[in-house]
């Protein structure tokens, strides 16, 4: 839209708002009920309204917050990736506290998407997990935006289950709306995520699921044609595979669409046309479009017959690739067994490679791939070996400090006789476990071990009663560590949760333990009161 067109319809709605109105509204107040009016059909008007307003004008600290949150949500609303925390900054201190629900999820959720704009994912997804878990919210659009964009967090991580079900109920929700447009994309990107997690029965059904808004939308159709051919070329046949390539091959395409032609011709074995798709390509620089374009390029030239090229260019894929997940690794946002994840699925697609090329290549290929593979061999038994020892001599440690720990808290009841009751109970309880394992270690015998069993599952199911018997074992154990916690004006349930950091647990662990949505609350609190720094360092240290 025009700027002329702009000065009209602004000039327009702003005529009628001050007719309409209460007399005591200010002007600021009028101008931004109009912007906010339009924001969701049209947000460049919006935008061009709240920029005309003259910011001397803003009076008190409400209108200054509505101002700087609809300000930014226009400019977010352009396709404006502004990396500015201080236009937000008065919305994010007087929403913040003083708020409705929706104002707060707003606020948190467009500081959100400032803080991905600078690429601080860990910063991101605390805000929109901040957003998500405030109660009484009624604004569902916002919510389903705040899904959609954790959701990308979790897709640069190879979160894809959660990413699937964040787009899923983002789907959902728009749906309930009507918006058909914004539900095709979250569905079309839970048919990517169903694709690579070879999820058939779910892709199946969501690909019906986007062909019936497309029935009714075809005009839509054309945004999910790479998402289609994925889907397609993971799982139907070579016929309908090539019935869908024929149907295409007459179509504008983007480079994302261009690249699965290119996949789904080498799928069908048309060499001829996979390096046409190819060779079409424009220059992108995305390091996973790069990946892809790698990977395909290695299939279109065994087709060729030419497999020390095929060769290098999967040796580059791969090395792309480990580039890839070691920038994943370096975020700092991803735990260990989604590190380990990674390395499976990289692991089994690297063998899987190989085997391709080995059986398409000649004799002097496969004695080459033969070397590699026994020398492969050989480091994972060095390997292997070596964590076997690692294991054995940690287990060595572990039972030395077991005894260690069961004698003092022996010595501790022995010592003390002023103890009080529920403190003696707890150690008492405590090295009634210890003695178990240790049993069971020096006997081989897990029969030994069944009372700990029976305590393990106790701890499962009153959480509670666990945690509080930990707080008494420390304050016998430990009575300074507590009294320091007390000073800090930490409460009892606070302390409680700091005794699960004490015990060795991570935050992950400790927040899939207590099972409490105010998880990261809880902990962000502990680190106030004890003087600790976001990036300082954990609780547990």
Known sequence: MNIPNLNAIAYFLTIVLVFTSCNKKSQVNIQLDIAESIMETMPDSALHIISRIDTNQLVGKDETARYALLKTIAIDKNYIDTTEMKLLQPAIDYYLTNGTPDEKLKTY??????????????????????????????????FARCLVSQGVIYYSLFQMENFLE????????????????????????????????????????????????????????????ANILSYKISFCSNSEISDLLSNLESSELD????????????????????????NSLENDTTLIRTLKYSLIKAKALE???????????????????????????????????????IDMAHLEEKAHKDRLILTSGGIAFFLLLLIALIYYRYRLMCAKRKIMEQEQFRLEIEK???????????????????????????????????????????????TYAKPFGDWIASIHAD???????????FKASYPKL????????????????????????????????????????????????????????TIGI
């Not at 959720?109 to 919210?137: C, P, V």
């Not at 892709?203 to 009714?216: F, Q």
């Not at 087709?303 to 894929?317: D, M, P, S, V, W």
Request: proline share 1%; with cysteine; hydrophobic share 35%.
């Open 482 to 537: 507590i009294e320091y916690l007390e000073t800090h004006n930490l409460n009892e349930f606070e302390i409680n949760y700091a005794c699960l950091y004490a015990i060795g647990l991570r935050g992950k662990e400790v927040g899939e333990y207590i099972q409490l949505k105010r998880h990261y609350a809880i902990s962000s609190t502990i680190r106030k009161k004890l003087g600790i720094d976001e990036h300082e360092t």
């Open 166 to 225: 964040n787009n899923l109920k983002a789907a959902k929700i728009y749906h309930n709306y009507g918006r058909s447009k914004q539900e095709l994309r979250c569905l079309a990107k839970v048919l990517d995520a169903s694709t690579m997690l070879c999820d058939k029965e779910r892709a199946d059904s969501t690909y019906h699921a986007c062909i019936s808004i497309t029935d009714i939308h075809p005009e839509y159709g054309h945004s999910i044609i």
């Open 303 to 341: 087709l060729t017959g030419e497999f020390e090229q095929a060769l290098t260019t999967y040796k580059n894929y791969i090395k792309d690739l480990e580039q890839y997940e070691n920038e994943l690794f370096n975020q700092g946002v991803m735990f260990a067994e989604e590190r380990h994840t």
């Open 255 to 278: 480079n994302e669409a261009r690249l699965d032609m290119a996949n789904g011709f080498c799928k069908i074995g048309n060499s001829q046309k996979a390096w046409k798709y190819l």
């Open 109 to 142: 959720y467009y500081q959100g998407r400032i803080h991905q704009n600078r690429n601080s994912n860990d910063l991101a997804m605390y805000s929109f997990m901040n957003g998500k878990n405030i109660y009484g919210i009624t604004d569902s659009l916002t």
């Open 400 to 446: 030395a400090q077991l005894e260690e720990e069961r004698d003092n808290l022996v010595s501790l009841l022995k010592k003390d006789k002023q103890i009080e009751k529920p403190v003696q109970d707890a150690l008492k309880q405590r090295i009634d476990m210890l003695n178990c394992i240790l049993a069971k270690e020096i006997t081989f015998n897990a």
């Open 463 to 473: 959480k509670g009663k666990f945690m509080d018997s930990t707080r008494l074992a």
